[in-house]
């Protein structure tokens, strides 16, 4: 009888708007596109660590001048959220942009 083993790969849980990685050193790649999502942002541009419930979004930290800032903060501004209310583990995170004449005040600053 053969015995057949297998390897056991841990559950990997994916949140469709959570995309944090704190290696982004430059905020643009080299052909001029955003390294975080490969776009072309006008200058005019702001960018919000936030946080999605439903069809609403909460600005939870910023405004930064990069999608690379805001997206580095992502993490920060869940761990915020969660220490002041722990019933938003089921929302979703990530990053938001405006243009910069509309700058409304984050909930947790920048």
Do not use: W
């Not at 559950?11 to 995309?19: F, G, R």
Request: aromatic share 10%; hydrophobic share 30%.
């Amino acid at each position: 009888m053969t015995r057949k083993t297998s390897t056991t790969v841990a559950p990997i849980k994916i949140v469709a708007y959570e995309h944090h990685n704190p290696m982004y050193t430059s905020p643009v790649g080299l052909d001029g596109t955003c390294i975080v999502c490969g776009k072309e942002h006008p200058e005019d541009r702001r960018f919000y660590a936030v946080m999605k419930k439903s069809d609403r979004k909460y600005l939870l930290l910023g405004p930064y001048l990069t999608h690379a800032e805001a997206d580095n903060n992502v993490a920060r501004g869940t761990e915020l959220a969660r220490e002041a209310d722990p019933r938003v583990y089921r929302y979703e995170f990530g990053v938001s942009e405006y243009d910069d004449s509309y700058e409304p005040t984050a909930i947790f600053g920048k």
